[in-house]
């Protein structure tokens, strides 16, 4: 953003470049004096209009982003908990079908020695 200084430092390069220019006129000069100041003033509405914008977006992405963020991520934490809910599950099968497994061989053994005795 340009500032006081800046302004300045513009107005002293301009009048040297007219002195450089050797433009003498008084009327010239002024002339180029309104121009640089009708310029900088284009410039400044520029950099506020700039300003507003950003503040917008700043505004946007504090209220709504952020907002959408945070519901993305607690879903993906309800997903994550289903997802550890369904493996909880897959690994209480697979303990029940071992222990069914099991049993079918102890019935067999049962069964085996069942008919040896009689």
């Known amino acids: 953003m340009l500032d006081k200084h800046d302004l300045e430092m513009i107005e002293k390069i301009v009048e040297k470049v007219i002195e450089e220019k050797d433009l003498s006129s008084r009327a010239d000069m002024e002339e180029i004096r309104i121009s640089l ?6 410039v400044k509405t520029a950099v506020k209009e700039n300003k507003d914008s950003i503040e917008e977006l700043q505004m946007t992405i504090e209220n709504d982003v952020y907002k959408r963020i945070s519901i993305i991520a ?3 934490l309800d997903l994550s908990r289903k997802l550890d809910d369904a493996l909880k599950v897959e690994n209480e099968k697979e303990i029940l079908l071992l222990r069914v497994t099991g049993l079918e061989n102890d019935m067999r053994w049962v069964k085996k020695r069942l008919e040896e005795i009689a």
């Not at 100041?37 to 284009?42: G, S």
Request: charged share 55%.
């Open 37 to 42: 100041k009708t310029d900088i003033e284009e």
């Open 74 to 76: 607690e879903g993906h």
